[in-house]
């Protein structure tokens, strides 16, 4: 079989990786996915040529906890506060998708995603309401080309009216039965995301599933002020430990940020949902404090954006105000910056990849990795001059500027555009799912966001089988 061969030429490469630095006028072979050399002038006289002249390559950005389902629900929680999210998009809109609108969401929204240069998706998928809404996600992610891990949701979305699944027994089956079927040479890995107001057992029947896998868990953890956090719990039932990675975290004690440390759990962070849901300010300092690494996440495009850019800037803002907030409170000016540009940049690239397990593949350009890649550039006033690539990308740079990507080894947008797709179609079957989505909540007499009196604690409540008292694990 021919060897199917890439070079990309004389770019700027930020390779994030510490041995190599950022290089300038670099080369990058690719043969079979693989990265095989790296340098000036490579001899590569077969490949097929990528001029990467005055364009910055680096290496795709991983998002580490993203409800990509969401898609064509884009911005219609913007004004809504993290109640009225529970409310509206995960016991009233859920139930509404079908399967085929689960298909389209992923698919739409993992193209989203390669379109702003995120080549890995950490997918915690809860609208897993029947066996065929799972098997649609995953035909989304797969049919895009992305990386990623399938994140089950053992959770449903109608938990006092379930559509399908009658008892956890079954979720867990249900989630085995995906672990059996998909993996190998597969780009999507199956992980395990964690059923929400459960007692201590469930969360220990769904961990212990995710072992015997050896699945990726994520979670939700301390993200609402007036539930517990429940990490004290899961420590002492000995159910923490490196293979998770808890998302938002905002509301944890100094016990719990020092138990999730002992026991090597990551963290991904999500600037713009956060700050903007009323969530509490991003946990840089906290994961600072106690050495753990910063990964970020988009989380929802029902309400902020879907690309990572946003995320850097909002992220590296919160961190740096935060490690000079004192300085300035005492009426001194601070000599330096507390992050840089690089150490901002490692949250969505070689942090990403260790948070996920896949460090061996992705999260920076050196030999033997995969070609997972971005090439930026263009016309565009902010590109030039990129004297300075890694503050360009952090700093200067939206989805538009992404000229290229790359899935180990494959291009999956080329000169500006994704390769292969239909915008406007997809734009048209964007518009009738979001349309017939909606209308069958109306049919049914629900309004948005429908939350009850009492806000988040009420609605929460209203959603769960369990009360607070029996809940070990409480999260959003």
Sequence with gaps: MTKRSTVIRNGRVVTMDDSLGTLGGADILIEDGMITAIGSRLDADDAEVID????????????????????????????????????????????????DDVYLGNHAGALEALDAGVTTLLDFSHCNNTP????AAIRGLRDAG??????YGFFDSSPQMPQHFTSHRERVADFHRIADTVGGGDLIRVGAALAEMAPLETTRVEIEAARSRNSLIVTHTGCIWAFPTGVAELEKAGLIDGN??????????????????RHDAKISISPETELNMGMGLPVFEQAKRYGMKPTLSADVVSFNSGDLFHQLRLGIATARWSGTKALNAAGIDPDRLTVTAHEALTWVTVNAAEAMGLSELVGSIAVGKRADLMLVGG??????PASHPESTLV??????????VMVDG???KRDGRLVGIDRASLDERLECSAEEILGRISGSGRRLPGTPPGGLFR????????????SAHVAR
């Design 132 to 135: 065929d809404h799972s098997d």
């Design 146 to 151: 992305i990386r990623g891990v399938f994140g």
């Design 379 to 384: 016309s565009g006033r902010s590109r030039h």
């Design 395 to 404: 700093f200067q740079t939206s989805a538009g500027d992404v000229e290229t």
């Design 52 to 99: 990467a002249t005055g364009k910055i390559v680096a290496p795709g950005f991983i998002d580490t906890h993203r409800h990509t389902w969401q898609t064509q629900m884009r911005g219609i929680c913007g004004d809504w506060t993290l109640g009225d999210y529970v409310s509206g998009i995960r016991f009233t809109i859920s139930p509404a998708y079908t399967p």
């Design 459 to 470: 609605a929460v409540l209203a959603g769960s089988i369990d009360n607070e008292e029996e």
């Design 244 to 261: 998770q990675v808890h998302v938002h975290c905002n509301t944890l004690s100094d016990d719990d940020w020092a138990a999730l440390a």
């Design 410 to 412: 494959n291009v999956v």
